[in-house]
């Protein structure tokens, strides 16, 4: 009998018992406990789960068949809404640790003690994408943490740069509506070059500073690991006594940043849809956890009033260079979700989840999200009682009178539903009651100048400078990162059919830069308009070193991977020694081969593990090796491509014929395969770019 099941068995049909059967097969006889057995909702175990039950074998489906009813009315609901932004996102759990203690800044729980660990899950995100989208887009990068505190949950929601594109929540709507796929024809997907997002940006010269962020390679990065992550607004910490501090945070990869090339990006898409949430859940699956420090940067009145920008703007950041980030503790993803379903997708994130010690300021973009947030989970989860679902749930004791509601699960009892009581069966104080001196308590005084005040809908005055940090950003980044800047808007706008939209988008690039706005124009083959007026002039602010990942990109394998690429006349000690000499340096190395089951085995077949999956690459080839794998595209483009995204090649001498057919010139990255290859593979080689992509 054909079998369609592990183990060799269908399960459709019982053996021995004729083509007609309408007994139940057990799943395999390999569960030996009661809690082993397949249950309908109700607890009644079901003794078929391949067949519906028929009037007769061939005759019509009975209604009667609660099982089958069961199962697909449940399966029927599955899905719930996905996220409005955002929706396309990986998580893990993990451990907050204090590396030092601030108990003179704030009474915030995790921040008490050196050493306190703090349980965390955190979610990473793109934001425009649905959620079954690639990983790989032009993108902001969401950043998510929710710390369970002691005293209640905290949740840091941030993003991977450090400003937003505008300044007040009530322009959120028109935003994501601009930039998600245009209304009428349901696409692009995860995709920001299209009219309508550039037709809003162009119209809203807030949104320039985020831009050059954008556009920059902080959207396209190689790995959530290698990302940092920024609270953004100016938050405030509040010690013991009510003292407040003003607070930006910021999370540092421990493995440091690094972004992928533009065109290796796009390719990942195609090669691996999943590339981050791989990366993330396999790197913690193999107990190689990634970790970023928590840092601070703090400051008060004094300072703020001082600056040229406000501090209540989220489309400006403070440089490092005038506020250090004072590091004081680090998170480590040590824990894959068991479901994603259950966490990673229901879990609720809201800003407006602060703790004692942590307060709001008058921002006016965190206000507005104090709302959405709350708002979104219940249209989301379907009901206010979401905070029930666990991994939403606060790992502190928690206790109040909020009651019933849809999916309650929780059964308190006793009559007390109402505060204050006298019942004693609430206890002798008939609590819970408010505590005064440790609960929440909000800051009472003002942010930053004057609080009181007409009513009325207008933004502050600095608010009004849209360039001086959009150009401290572009003239921050080296050469090359420019350049990438320069082509990523060149392409988005290549992509915008409107020339009036190209055309406004350039006039506003010139009060970034000249240079900047004349390469784009260059690039499209269009003429410079005239600059756009602006509504406040631009302050020259010092270049922020900070602000560039090539000027602070870390040499390392850790957390990198290295394809090494054989064929079947390689020397397999060759191949293990290379491989052996990449896991000695703290990186992975992935045996890649036309085919699979060569020795020794491979773990990637040549046209599905394109280099582009990889960090840098080793050719391990005899000559009539090399010489066959000419005439195999995806061999070419394997070594083309390491070459073209600027990664180290390291070969035998065989490789030779590839390495030429592939266009590979002689540089640094390109070596021999002993200690060499191994120093060259952990990092980037863009001395090379101007070889192989314009940068005028
Ligand atoms: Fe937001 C989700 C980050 C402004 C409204 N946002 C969401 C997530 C992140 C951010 C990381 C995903 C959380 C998760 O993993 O579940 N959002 C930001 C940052 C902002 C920001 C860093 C500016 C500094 N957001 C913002 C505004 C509004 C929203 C101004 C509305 C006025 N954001 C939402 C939302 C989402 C959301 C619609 C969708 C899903 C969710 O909340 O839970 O409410």
């Known amino acids: 009998m054909k079998s369609n099941a592990p183990g060799g068995k269908d399960f459709a049909f019982e053996e021995g018992k004729g083509g007609e059967t309408h007994q139940h097969v057990p799943s ?3 569960h030996k406990s009661d809690e082993a057995h397949l249950t309908t909702n109700q607890g009644i175990r079901v003794s078929d789960n391949q067949n519906s039950l028929k009037s007769g074998a061939r005759g019509p489906v009975l209604l009667e068949d609660f099982a089958l009813r069961e199962k697909i009315f449940h399966f029927d609901h599955e899905r719930i809404p996905e996220r409005i932004v955002h929706a396309r996102g990986s998580a893990a759990h993990g451990t907050f640790t204090c590396t030092k203690a601030i108990p003179h800044l704030t009474r915030a729980a995790p921040f008490q003690e050196k050493g306190k660990q703090t349980p965390v899950f955190t979610r990473f995100s793109t934001v425009a994408g649905g959620a079954g989208s690639v990983d790989t887009p032009r993108d902001v990068r969401g950043f998510a943490v929710k710390f369970y505190t002691d005293e209640g949950n905290w949740d840091l929601v941030g993003n991977n740069i450090p400003v937003f594109f505008i300044q007040d929540a009530i322009k959120f709507p028109d935003l994501i509506h601009s930039v998600k796929m245009e209304a009428n024809k349901g696409y692009p997907q995860a995709a920001s070059a299209h009219d309508t997002f550039w037709d809003f940006i162009s119209l809203m010269p807030e949104t320039l500073h985020m831009i050059m962020w954008a556009m920059s390679d902080r959207a396209i990065p190689r790995s959530l690991r290698m990302m940092e992550g920024f609270g953004i607004h100016t938050f405030r910490l509040v010690d013991a006594k009510g003292k407040s501090t003003f607070c930006k945070f910021h999370w540092k990869p421990v493995l440091g940043m690094q972004s992928t090339c533009w065109d290796e990006a796009v390719k990942i898409a195609g090669a691996d849809p999943d590339y981050h949430r791989r990366d993330l859940y396999e790197s913690i699956e193999a107990g190689s956890f990634p970790a970023w420090d928590l840092g601070i940067q703090t400051f008060d ?35 894959n979700p068991d479901n994603f379903f259950a966490e990673t997708e229901q879990a609720a994130f809201c800003p407006g989840n602060v703790v004692p010690g942590i307060d709001f300021t008058a921002d006016p973009l965190l206000q ?14 379907g009901t206010t009682n979401f905070y029930q679902i666990p991994i939403n749930a606060p790992k502190c004791p ?7 509601g849809l999916m309650q699960t929780q059964v308190p009892t006793g009559r007390a539903n109402y505060e204050p009581n006298s019942l004693a069966e609430a206890g002798e104080d008939g609590g819970p009651r408010e505590c005064p001196a440790t609960g929440f308590a909000s800051y009472s005084a003002q942010d930053v100048g004057s609080e009181a005040g007409d009513r009325l809908r207008v933004r502050p005055e600095l608010f009004a400078d849209h360039y001086s940090q959009a150009r401290m950003f572009f003239l921050s980044q080296t050469e090359n990162e420019r350049a990438h800047i320069a082509s990523a808007i060149a392409f988005e706008l290549s992509k915008v059919m409107l ?27 269009m003429d410079l308009p005239e600059a756009a007026p602006v509504a406040r002039e631009r302050v020259e602010m010092k270049e922020s070193p900070a602000l560039s990942i090539h000027k602070n990109a870390k040499d390392t394998l850790d957390g990198r991977s290295v394809a090494v690429l054989y064929a079947e006349n390689s020397a397999k000690k060759e191949v293990e020694d290379v491989c052996k000499a990449i896991e000695d340096a703290g990186g992975t190395a992935v045996k890649v081969a036309p085919k699979v089951g060569i ?23 005899t000559e009539d090796d090399a010489t066959m794998l000419c005439k195999e595209s995806a061999a070419v483009q394997f070594v083309m491509d390491a070459f073209g995204h600027l990664k180290a090649i390291g070969a035998t001498d065989g490789a030779k014929p590839l390495m030429d057919r592939a266009g590979v010139e002689a540089d640094d990255g390109v070596t021999g395969l002993g200690g060499d290859f191994v120093k060259a593979a952990a990092k980037r080689f863009y001395d090379r770019e101007p070889k192989v992509r314009n940068l005028a």
């Open 28 to 30: 395999g006889g390999n």
């Open 301 to 335: 009145e004094e300072f703020a009033e001082a600056q040229p920008y406000d501090v209540l703007d989220s489309t400006k950041l403070i440089p490092e260079e005038d506020i250090p980030v004072e590091i004081i503790g680090r998170m480590e993803l040590n824990r």
């Open 368 to 381: 507005g999200r104090l709302f959405s947030y709350l708002d979104t989970q219940k249209s989301r989860l």
């Open 398 to 404: 928690m206790h109040n009178f909020n009651r019933d």
């Open 499 to 525: 020339e009036h939209v190209r055309l406004r988008v350039l006039s506003r690039l010139i009060n970034i830069d000249d240079d900047l706005a004349a390469r784009v124009a260059d690039a499209l083959g």
């Open 599 to 621: 020795t020794p085995a491979a773990d990637g077949q040549l046209a599905g593990s394109p280099s582009v999956l990889f960090d840098a690459v080793a050719l391990v080839l």
